[in-house]
């Protein structure tokens, strides 16, 4: 998922935001019909039953959590993005506890408090005065509600049950969402800017759609079947720890003391949680 900072960084650039959100959930759509369309089919009778949950899931997972981003990325900085973003496994929580009743231990909640903290000391750079200096634009509002869209889509993921296997329901979820994008690309296009299809267009929305898209979904979603809303949404946190790495290695930027006392306070978090989770068989 964590893959999905490169294409903000470097997509954006290229294609317009909204459309790029639109493309590369519709190629996400084209790559696993052929996959699934054989079950899709089969079951498609339960399509009438469940169609209103599967658009709210994919206007929520693939088009709030889509284009939001990227919306944000150009009106606010990678700093606000990180904290703001890092909110989301707090609305996983306040969600599940309101709708569903689902609860957190103490030493859950000591882990969610270790986890936060670590991110923080990366994104402030081990400096207070960063955190306290910051200032919000609109950008950080597009980010908040990417935060806040994710943790719908996590919790009700998990709790609205499925005639279609992981895979099937993931591939009309994909379809749902670029639906949900499509009337806002074609107004992207023809007041805004419109999209090039050139060989930069084709890279990065094939990118998008397998590596935080295709991969990244199926794995979150196969993890809260084991692990549940709560706990799964604790593994984003570990998002900064991976960016920073994909900017090590992909952008040229240094490591440096905080990161390492950030991680740190990221897996202790980690390894409180994983300490309550029960196996099972």
Same mark, same amino acid.
């Given at each position: 998922?964590?893959?999905?900072?490169?294409?903000?960084?470097?997509?954006?650039?290229?294609?317009?935001?909204?459309?790029?959100?639109?493309?590369?959930?519709?190629?996400?759509?084209?790559?696993?019909?052929?996959?699934?369309?054989?079950?899709?089919?089969?079951?498609?009778?339960?399509?009438?039953?469940?169609?209103?949950?599967?658009?709210?899931?994919?206007?929520?997972?693939?088009?709030?959590?889509?284009?939001?981003?990227?919306?944000?990325?150009?009106?606010?900085?990678?700093?606000?993005?990180?904290?703001?973003?890092?909110? +989301?496994?707090?609305?996983?929580?306040? *969600?599940? #506890? /309101? &709708?569903?009743?689902?609860? =957190?231990?103490?030493?859950? @909640?000591?882990?969610?408090?270790?986890?936060?903290?670590?991110?923080?000391?990366?994104?402030?750079?081990?400096?207070?005065?960063?955190?306290?200096?910051?200032?919000?634009?609109?950008?950080?509002?597009?980010?908040?509600?990417?935060?806040?869209?994710?943790?719908?889509?996590?919790?009700?993921?998990?709790?609205?049950?499925?005639?279609? +296997?992981?895979?099937?329901?993931?591939? *009309?979820? #994909? /379809? &749902?969402?670029?639906?949900? =994008?499509?009337?806002?690309? @074609?107004?992207?296009?023809?007041?805004?800017?419109?999209?090039?299809?050139?060989?930069?267009?084709?890279?990065?929305?094939?990118?998008?759609?397998?590596?935080?898209?295709?991969?990244?979904?199926?794995?979150?979603?196969?993890?809260?079947?084991?692990?549940?809303?709560?706990?799964?949404?604790?593994?984003?946190?570990?998002?900064?720890?991976?960016?920073?790495?994909?900017?090590?290695?992909?952008?040229?930027?240094?490591?440096?003391?905080?990161?390492?006392?950030?991680?740190?306070?990221?897996?202790?978090?980690?390894?409180?949680?994983?300490?309550?989770?029960?196996?099972?068989?």
């Amino acid at each position: 998922m964590a893959s999905n900072l490169i294409v903000a960084r470097g997509g954006v650039q290229h294609v317009p935001p909204i459309s790029l959100a639109f493309w590369r959930w519709a190629i996400v759509f084209l790559i696993l019909i052929l996959l699934n369309y054989k079950s899709i089919l089969k079951n498609f009778k339960y399509l009438k039953k469940e169609y209103k949950k599967l658009f709210f899931l994919g206007s929520m997972g693939c088009g709030v959590c889509g284009a939001f981003p990227f919306l944000a990325g150009q009106t606010t900085t990678v700093t606000n993005m990180g904290i703001i973003y890092t909110s +989301s496994p707090i609305f996983i929580i306040l *969600i599940s #506890a /309101f &709708f569903f009743k689902e609860k =957190l231990s103490k030493i859950q @909640l000591l882990g969610l408090a270790f986890c936060f903290l670590g991110v923080i000391s990366i994104i402030i750079k081990g400096d207070i005065n960063l955190l306290i200096g910051l200032e919000f634009t609109i950008g950080d509002l597009w980010m908040l509600g990417a935060a806040i869209g994710w943790a719908l889509y996590a919790v009700f993921l998990l709790n609205w049950k499925s005639k279609f +296997s992981l895979f099937s329901r993931f591939t *009309i979820i #994909a /379809f &749902f969402g670029a639906l949900s =994008l499509l009337p806002f690309s @074609l107004i992207e296009n023809i007041f805004i800017q419109q999209v090039v299809f050139n060989e930069k267009f084709y890279f990065w929305s094939i990118f998008a759609a397998i590596s935080p898209g295709i991969i990244a979904f199926s794995l979150y979603a196969q993890t809260q079947k084991y692990l549940g809303a709560s706990i799964t949404g604790f593994t984003l946190y570990l998002f900064t720890v991976y960016g920073a790495f994909y900017g090590i290695f992909l952008f040229g930027e240094e490591l440096q003391s905080y990161h390492y006392y950030g991680a740190l306070l990221v897996f202790l978090g980690m390894f409180f949680v994983r300490k309550t989770i029960k196996k099972i068989n």
